[in-house]
């Protein structure tokens, strides 16, 4: 039952990549980030955020980038 209850608790909040592609009307590098994400058909929007830094790692995406996952992260969870 405790499995349950923990399971409609990460239900509540949608995982850190479909969030993050909300975000692409802001006009910072997370929105930045979250355009390139929408372009990026491997982009892994089911992902956390440390799945998200490797995919930008394993693409050799610019340091700017990695720095707006750290900012867009601190959003996600204070959402």
Do not use: Y
């Amino acid at each position: 039952m405790m499995t349950e209850h923990n399971d409609d608790q990460h239900e509540s909040k949608p995982a850190f990549g479909h969030w993050l592609v909300t975000q692409k009307d802001r006009g910072d590098l997370v929105g930045q980030l979250a355009v390139g994400a929408i372009a990026d058909r491997r982009f892994p929007r089911n992902g956390d955020p440390e799945a998200v830094r490797k995919h930008l790692s394993a693409m050799q995406a610019e340091g700017d980038m990695f720095a707006a996952v750290d900012d867009a992260e601190s959003d996600w969870l204070s959402a």
